[in-house]
């Protein structure tokens, strides 16, 4: 069996994560590319958080090995997974296990100025926690911009469609040996 793959997607609140990783699947399903995609909030949204895991990632890790687990079993070897820090270094350690410790990572830091951001964030955030948000976004960009490992690809999201992002991101994987529209 061909070793796993995952294409981590990172990056500020507004950046555009979420709608990026859906593009890449939408080009890879015109293509006839099996893969899967993980929302990686949704590994550890849970309150309280869980005893002795104040920062959910035990949760996380033991839900993206349960759900890598059942897309194996399905011959799945791509995963899009798309999380505000999954570059990190420190985020690896994961995916190694809960992929194989022979997982290929592709790292992609999708970058956005606090106007584009900021702007995002206002049509998104329709409750409480847009202020919030603002705050934590403009803070992990800086986070991001600083710590981020070297091998990961920044690609910029300002004034560009979805679309023509999603063929750049999905050229760094090499997943798609033809042209995908």
Request: aromatic share 4%; net charge negative; proline share 3%.
């Amino acid at each position: 069996m061909e070793r796993a793959e995952v294409l981590l997607l990172a990056g500020r609140a507004g950046v555009g994560k979420t709608t990026v990783g859906w593009e890449v699947s939408a080009q890879l399903r015109a293509a006839d590319v099996q893969h899967a995609v993980i929302e990686g909030d949704f590994m550890a949204h849970i309150h309280p958080a869980p005893e002795g895991d104040p920062r959910r990632t035990q949760i996380a890790e033991r839900n993206l090995t349960a759900v890598w687990a059942n897309f194996t079993q399905l011959g799945c070897r791509r995963l899009i997974y798309t999380h505000t820090l999954s570059v990190m270094p420190q985020a690896q350690d994961m995916f190694e296990r809960a992929m194989g410790r022979e997982v290929r990572i592709v790292r992609v830091l999708l970058t956005a100025s606090d106007a584009t951001a900021g702007e995002r964030l206002a049509g998104r955030e329709i409750g409480s926690e847009l202020e919030q948000e603002l705050k934590t976004s403009a803070s992990k960009a800086r986070l991001l911009d600083e710590q981020a490992p070297a091998d990961s690809v920044r690609v910029v999201t300002d004034g560009r469609s979805v679309v023509d992002i999603g063929r750049e991101v999905l050229a760094l994987t090499g997943w798609s040996s033809r042209e995908v529209n």
